[in-house]
Structures are given as C-alpha cells and as structure tokens.
C-alpha cells in the first residue's frame, strides 16, 4: 500500500515498556501502602479458605477477563490453524477441475491493504501476485505479520511464479519467507527485482540449503509478454511512490485480468515516467474480464496532486536555511531523494547519508541507473561536523520518528556523528501513517528538535509556514480510480489492497461508472472468488491468517505472543515452597518472586501477609491433596489473595520443591529440578536449594540478584 515502507521501526514500538520495571503500580491509581487497600466485598482478605466466595469469583473473572482481551488482541493476527477448505455446501467433496479462475486475497483483502498477497489459480497453474508484510502489527516483541501459506500445501505443484507489482515491503516483504517453501521464479520490474534482490540479500536467517533466488526482470515500456504455465504475463508501468511500479496484466484462459499495483495517475512525475495510459486504453479496447484495482484511499474526492509540487519547495528551503539541512523521507521513495539531490547540487551543496535502508536501497538504484548523482556530492556522515554548516544537506530515515531511525537518533542526543544545534533546519518530507501511533512518536521527536533550537518544516504546517506542499500520497484520489476503470473497461471488477469499507466504496463508485452491482465482488481474506466468463461469484474460503515474526525474522507462536501481552498486562508472580516430605512443613521462608507486578520492597507488609498466607495453605492443604492437585490450588490461592489485595490477575507461578525421601518435585511452567543430597540435613538441604534458586535467579534475570 503506502509510502511507509521504508525505516520501519527496528523494535516497532510497544505500548508497554517490557524492560523497564516501573517504580511500583504499573500505572495504575494507588494509595502508597499496598495493605489493605481495594478489599474485596468479602472483607475476608488475609484469611485462607471459605467465606469469601464472592471475592474469588472476582479473581477469577479478572483473570479471564485478562486472558480474553490478550486473546483478543493477538487473535485480530491469528494464523490459518485448524482451518479448513470450505466450499458451498450444495457442491460438497466435488472436485473442482472446472474451467475457472479462481482469485483468493491470501491478505490484502482487510486493513490498509496489508501483507497483500493473491493468488490467481486455473486447473493445474497458479501463480502468486505480491508477497508483502503487514507493518501495522502492534504486538510485544513482534516486527511484521506475513500471510499464514497453510492453503498453498494443496496446490505447491501448480505454482508457477511470483509476480511483484512494485519493491513496497508490504508488496514483497514475505517473499524471503515464502518462496523458499514454495520455490518458483519472481517476475518483476527492473527496479522491484532489484528491491526483490536487496531484501534477500538483507534478510536475517539463512536460506535453506539448495535454495536458489530464481529472478525474471521484464521490461515495463515494450509490453513484453512471457508465458508463465498456462497464463501470459505483461507488466504496464504506472505510477506510485517507488520507481518501477506497474500493473500486472495477467492473460489466463478464460481472459484478461489486470491488477493494477499500487498506483495514483501523476500527470508529471518527478522521473517523468508516467503511467502508459495508452497501454491502458489499448488492453481496455482489447476487452478485460476483471480489473482488480488498489482501493487504498478510494475514499479520497478529487485527484491527487502532482508530485513535481515539491522540488521547488525543497529549493525554497534550501535557499532559506541558515545552516546544515536535515532532508527525512522514505528511503525508497528514490524520486523524491533524486530531487533532493537536484535541489542541492543546484545549491552548491554536498550530500551525506543516513539510515541503514536509505543507503541499501540508493545503493541498488544507482547500480541500475534509476538515479543520477554527480560526482563528488557524496560525502561520509562522519565528515559532517567537519564541514561548514551552509554547505551540507544530509538525506536521512526516521520522517515518522520511528525509534532508533537516523532522524530520531540525532533528535534524542544519541546519534554518533551528529549532533542537531541551533540553525540546523529539518524537513520532514512525509506524512503520519494514519492509524499507526505514528503521530504522537513525530510529535515527541519534533519536540526534542525545538527545544535544541532546531527549525522543523512538517507538512502539515506548510501553509503556516508559507511554503509549497512537502507531500503527496502515492495513492490515487476518487478521480483516478474512476479513470483506471474507463480505461480498462472490465467486464468485472474486484476492488484489492485496501480496507473492507473503502473497497466497498470502490465498488460503488465502479458502478457510477457502468459496472453492474452483480459484476462486483468485495472478497475478505481467504475467500475463493470464482470467475468464468459470464459470472462472478464468491464459492467459499481457504485457511488463512496472520504470522507473526520478530526482529530476527524468527516466527513467533501466537501463544507466546499473548503470554507476552498478558505478562505486559499484569505482570508475574513466582512463589517458591520448600517443603519436609515427612512433616508437611516448609522448611524456609517461602520465596516470592515478582516482575511487572508491584515493587515489593515497597510493600513489605503485603508481602509479610502474603508469606503467612503461603504458610497456612501449606500447612492445611499439603497433606490432604495429592502434589498435582495442591499446586493448582496454591495457583488459584494465590491469585485470588493477590486480586483481594491489590485488584490484579499476575501471572502465577508456584514452584514446589520437596526435601526428604523421593525425588524432588518442580512445578509447572518453569519447574525446577534439583537432587536430594543425603548427608544433609533437611534443613541444610533446603537452604542448599535456595542459595541455588539465588544462583539461578540470578543468571535468569539478568544479574539482578534481589530479592524483592
Ligand atoms: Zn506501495
């Protein structure tokens, strides 16, 4: 979809700080002393057992309550698993060799248009149109989503091949994941393949053995054709906010089908390669069978203005600016770069670059010669300081104040080279993602800015300010859309890449423009659009859904990820029983563990009580209950003796070790394990243990031995 792609957070930002140990409430509303506060109805708090029914129903409703908004939360990114292909029931176990395109959003049906990816299928071919990430997944520890590919198993022998409608990582981010399990070539631009090319290249893991890119680059303005299985492929180029973007034109059996790729219809772009209308026009005259068009901002009225409005902006400021020029956009938005670039050999200025993306994806460019940099205008980052500050403009990420983005680094005080002062001028050449949080992220980064003194043009303010736009969408405006549909005239029209609501928007304005309501079809994620050349219909769904992956490019499970939220929510409590086999007596003081939950040296009297309480449970339940059964008492016990006390559903965590004949026993989730040593006495044995459990601790959380 968007013009984000690029600098996306490297840790993307979390709403709940995991490693900083808030001083004690987490947050929330608290008197200073921990006892006594927020009792339950019951009034029984403190007190083992019976006579607080009421209370314990509302511990554990709170805990339920937590684990259903975690589950929630990670659900809205759940992975294909126990689905199932489901047909229209009427025609149940029928197989399906009909001579049918089938056209299923594996994603890219929902959202902003995310991790798009759709599948174009006929008998025994199929091929795969855009592999990307989905970049607005706000989970701990997670970077982006990909497409769960469980429905591509059935059908791995009829793939053909990838076709990339342009190098936005929401277009090809997935493909490092993905075609190594179902290997087939990727067919491209010169500049997407390039874009293709570089993210493998920068991908994290390695590749399985044997495993080998296979690239096809086509050439976008001689309409060259290829056969791919049974279909023949043509790119169209069109333009977005990436070079290289194109429609895909996909000839199939039963007709013609285009995807037109991000797009927006620049009357003057800045590389002056404009969308080859009068390919368009031509394939629309030859007869389509459906167009399925980007919908990302069908919402939009109007047209989307030129991007050529900015370079004199860019020229304006660069004339204005009384010292060092700070230029932040998206680094693969490479026309807009050239212009900076323009701007600033026109001012007798010399150019250093920042971000690692930045200078990954203009490295690529220039080896293919998609820009122009005289030479000599180049200079190291590192020589900036020693430069005079008129004669230098630095071209950087981080124009959405992503965390640890080149920009964001020099706001914070923390970049290596450069430190922002007083007269330095920054330009921000981008707009919020709307829907990200991405907004409050640039209004703290600005804000560190202005209190150095630094002059910030955001776009936003232009008008404030008195200068030209500083952005424009590379999406298309209502005009547009309804231009592609006149050009191409498709018979059906299926609206992609964009959020449920503005496709149906899309869909609307389509029949505004002569397509009949039973000619459109708004499909979800997963669903199996059927097309012949007389009816459009949607038969049924596949397994799909959400992976999610970490900063590694490591899958993570959705299990751990809503461990994760839950632990963010209400942090963990572990509790450690030593306890005599014979006596059914603890022989220590229990030990209490907690992280994320409150600071216990801050509530010596909650915890004196809670330990009291840890001993009355053992000393009435221990011997009554086999071991299993008493630790899931405990577990219960304890939650509900923290929820009466505090109002909170921590993670609990009993650990229960037993000293004296057989062997010792660990808990569950985080057990530990450890030999009865038989020359010592039980209570030297126990105290054995804890300097151990200290030991361990210790190594487990990071050298932070407290005991707390
Ligand atoms: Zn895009």
Known sequence: MNESNQGQPQGSPTPQSRNNRPPQNGGRPQGGNNNNRNRGPSQNGGNSGGGSRASRGAAIRAQKRTQEDATRLVNQYSDASGQTVSMDPKRANFIDDQPRLKIIGLGGMDEGGAKNMIVVEYMNDAVIMDCGEDLGVDLPGINYGIADTTYLEGIKHKLRGYLITHGHLDHIGALPHIVPKFPAPIYGSKFSIGRVEEIFGNFGLPMPDGFELRTVT??????????????????????????????????TPIGRIINTGDFRLDPNPLDHEKTDTERLIQLGNEGVLALLSESTTADRLGRTPSESLLEPTYTEIMKKAPGRI?????????????SVINAAVSNNKKIALDGRSLVSTLEMAVRHGFVRIPKGTIVPIASVANMPDNSIVIVCTGSQGEPNSALQRMAAGEHKHIKLKIQDTVVLSSSPIPET???????????????????????RNHELDGIGPLHVSGHASQDEYAEMIQMTKP???????????????????????GIPRTNTANADNGDIIALTPDKIEIIGNVPHGTVLVDQTGAIVSNIVVKDRVMLAEEGLVAVILTI??????????????????????????????????????VAQRFKRVELDRFKVELREHVTHFLYEQTQRSPIVIPV??????????GGPAGDVQSKPEVAKSPVE??????????????KLLNQDARVD
């Open 218 to 251: 086509m050439n976008e303005n001689t309409h060259e054709r290829l056969k791919v299985g049974v279909f023949f492929v043509e790119f169209v180029r069109i333009t977005h906010s990436i070079p290289g973007s194109t429609c895909i034109v996909l000839d």
């Open 326 to 338: 700070f230029m932040a956009m998206f680094s693969t938005n490479i026309n807009r770069v050239q």
């Open 437 to 459: 949080g991405n907004d409050a992220l640039i209004g703290t980064m600005v804000d560190d800015m202005v209190h150095k003194g630094v002059h910030v043009y955001e776009h």
């Open 491 to 513: 018979k059906f029209f299926i609206p992609i890449y964009g959020a449920y609501r503005v496709k149906q928007r899309h869909i609307e304005l389509a029949i505004e423009h």
């Open 580 to 617: 005599d086999k014979k006596t059914g007596n603890l022989l220590t003081s229990p030990d209490i563990i907690s992280r994320g939950f409150i600071y216990m040296r801050d509530s010596e009297e909650l915890m004196n009580e809670f330990r009291a309480e840890l001993r009355r449970a």
């Open 656 to 665: 229960v070790n037993i000293i004296g004949g057989g062997k010792p026993v």
């Open 685 to 698: 044995q126990a105290e054995d243990l804890q300097k151990r459990f200290q030991q361990m601790r210790a």
